[in-house]
């Protein structure tokens, strides 16, 4: 008789947390029995994911034969798809990035160029990577766009009208032979957090992405929160003033009409003409604003003050919906460091119940712009770690895609 899969999933994540673990062990955590154990092993064994290590210490009797991930076997590709550039990496099961490399790119207006332009990325990296043939267990793609759960390979053609023709999904999967998921950014920067930042071992947390636009990414219960629709998180296009300043989505008054790059560059630029400097000065963006504002410059710190304020609010709000433990500020803007966090925390102390506020922990991440493809790729592991069927390479290439696209399973341990 066949093991339910979901004692092999549960078998596969131990051991890859562990690193090296006996059977007795793993018996003994996962509440199984030893010759169940000792089955969903030799299938393991069979698909490639696990091997027999070295003779551990005894415990008295027979010593015993340790199990290990074989975690040099496997690799995974993390495509992030910006607005305006393309990042890919290949990581290793431990989280570690072997290689990466990233270019500008026309994303919205010129979809041709930008397949182009992965191609010529993901071929790269997987060089500088010296990928082998069947190591690569697939690759993530975070999209700067909500995926609809119906058309899980698709960009969305409300906010990307260029791409409505596209199935990037089925695309890439044909090219290179291997799964693809695609996955909101900002969701992927919470995963990418979840396994290997600042998320780690906190099962409630927003991760908030500060660029561009604004994004946030909600893991609950150790798990993305997507809602219905793939669209939960959208934390940019929640009013903060409904007589505000218009934004792209059509309405006024947006977190990110106040507080995305486009804003904080022209409220810096405002506020300098008042000042009366010189106008033909060039105008900074957004980063360099933060990074003066973090050095002091008055007028930078005004403008960041504004915004940290307007972004306490939104959080505040957030914080009183959700009640996240922790929330993860990742982009341009957190280089302003303490002249961001001051006014922010003041907002969200002034604005939340006294229980959230007691939880509120609002920290910058440490990954980095690398939050969302580490993200990426961690969903391709993810996934094998829930469904370890996927894990015995060389998949016939007959098999339909739609059974690749998309995720599937029990969240695994982080
Ligand atoms: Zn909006």
Partial sequence: MQPAPSNLAAVIQLIWTEGEISRAEVARRCDLSRSTVSALVQQLIDLGGVREARVGPSQGGRPPVMLRFEHDRFRMIGLDIGATHLTALVMDPRGRTLSRASVACPVESDPPGTLRKIDQLLAEVQAKASLSAGQLLGIGVAVPCPV???????LSPSILPAWRDIDLGATLSQRWAVPTYLENDANLGALGELYWGQGRGAGDFAYVKLATGVGAGLIIDGDIYRGGQGIAGEIGHTAIDA?????????????????????????????????????????????????????????????????????????????????????????????????????????????????????????????GDDAIPLGAATLVLRTALADPTRLSLGLPTSVPRRQFVGVGGPPPTP
């Fill in 148 to 154: 609809h759960p119906s058309t899980p390979g698709r």
């Fill in 243 to 367: 007589q505000g300043p218009p934004c792209r989505c059509g309405l006024f008054g947006c977190l990110e009409a106040m507080i995305g790059s486009k804003a904080i560059e022209s409220d810096f630029l405002a506020l300098r003409l008042q000042q009366g400097t010189d106008p033909k000065k060039p105008a900074p963006d957004l980063g360099s604003i933060s990074a003066a504002a973090a050095a002091g410059d008055p007028l930078a710190v005004a403008v960041i003050e504004r915004a940290g304020h307007h972004l306490g609010v939104a959080l505040a709000n957030l914080l009183n919906i959700v009640n996240p433990s922790r929330i993860v500020l990742s982009g341009r803007l957190t280089l302003a460091g303490e002249a961001l966090l001051a006014p922010l925390n003041r907002a969200i102390q002034a604005r939340t119940m006294w229980t959230n506020v007691a939880a509120a922990d609002v920290v910058i991440s440490s990954l």
